[in-house]
């Protein structure tokens, strides 16, 4: 079971505040994302294409312009698709899958080369025999009306498929958007305890971020502790997918029970509640985290009560969104019952989880938006919960501090999760504590 697999260093961890694990110094990630690739590709890939009933999945690609799923398949260093590169996947009658790779540069690794060396035009034709010659039933292309990832065949490179095809074949092209979702979606027991370590740091660096040694009352404003978020990140060869956020909440603010975002930037006040969301990748996969911070008023010894019930409310709505996760569900289904248990409780909640893997925003099951909390959600949210599967569960709860006077605070949590063996875990644990700046 993924769980079993995390590092002893990530099992004692703080719930609040992870020390930082080690990581695969960078020299020698390309050998472990590699030896990942190559076990996918030998032990899931072949059950993901019976599933979704393909004989054979082409995936093609131009240089600067790859399909979306390219780099999740090819060995590392690969920094583009030169100049065009064909990846073919061919499952045989005993159920193996065939990998082979038609470009001008070899890929090598998990990947034959069927041809090499000419011009366009041969590697083409090429492409267009070697599909003949095994004569597959059902040939899927990347092209999908609801998937982003699952859409990256482009129409010039549709077009060059289809020209070098008899007309015969044409009819066997089908959207193989449902094996891009799956390949995506599914996390692989030698992908546990990088991703793990991936969620850990980004909670560390947080931890760090909302602590004296990087904000001073009066003097940091939300920007600087952002960029501090930023650089540390760069200072480990963890490359963000979006540039931090930090904002924050104070008395006075126009947060109230009806707000969909309460927050801002600037210098950073005693009695200021901080959050902050971040989305690091390592290893090819990314995480999404938001945590929440409190800076103390002269005199005050710990974090209002108030606060801290709010955030335990947001320790509650987790969960009963966790809860909601059942196999099979559909996003939507896991959207209705979460929201219905909230309201039960009386807790003001909205619920945006989502997918977790080789992007931060992957594809698979989702479950609300933030501005579509009654669904349905195009896509992701008709999709069912699968097993070993990762999501950012993410949402907030708006609770009010009556030493705020009339407002209220938003808490705002977004945490790494998988759903492995009918239960959603942590990994890297979950926020229970404020963080909190003297």
Known sequence: MLATLLPALLATASANAPTLPPLVPLRERAAVENEI????????????????????WLVLSREYAEDPVYFTLVPQPTFAARRTTLLVFHRRADGSVERLAVNRYPLGGPYASAWSGGDLEAQWQ??????????????????????????GLSHGLQ??????????????????????VRWSETRTPAEAPHHAAAMATARAVIA???????????????????WYIRQRFESLNLPVWFQPDVNRQRAGDDCT??????????????????HTDVGVCYLKLCTDTQEMGYVLREGEAQVPRSLRDALAAG?????????????????DEILAATRAAAAAEGLVSSTYSHPLGFRGHAAGLSVGMWD??????????????????????????LAPVPEWGGTWVQIKLEQGAWFEGGAVRYPAGRQVQWHVVE
């Open 159 to 180: 077009q060059r498929l289809r020209a070098v095809l008899p007309e015969a074949y044409q009819a066997r092209l089908v959207p193989a958007e449902r094996l891009v």
């Open 37 to 56: 690739l190559e076990q996918r590709l030998q032990q899931l890939l072949p059950p993901l294409m019976a599933e979704a009933g393909l004989d054979m």
């Open 257 to 274: 029970r009806e707000s969909t975002f309460c927050g801002g930037q600037g210098v950073i006040e005693r009695g200021d509640v901080l």
């Open 126 to 151: 090429a492409l267009g025999e070697l599909i003949v010659a095994r004569d597959p039933r059902r040939i899927g292309i990347n092209v999908s009306r609801d998937w982003a990832l699952a859409d």
């Open 315 to 331: 320790n509650r709505w987790q969960d009963l969104h966790t809860a909601a996760f059942q196999a099979g569900r559909t996003g």
């Open 372 to 397: 579509n909390q009654d669904g349905p959600v195009p896509g992701g949210g008709s999709w069912p919960l699968n097993e070993s599967t990762g999501y950012a569960i993410e949402g907030n709860v």
């Open 208 to 226: 760090e971020a909302f602590s004296n040694r990087v904000v001073t009352p009066g003097e940091t404003t939300t920007d600087d502790v952002a």
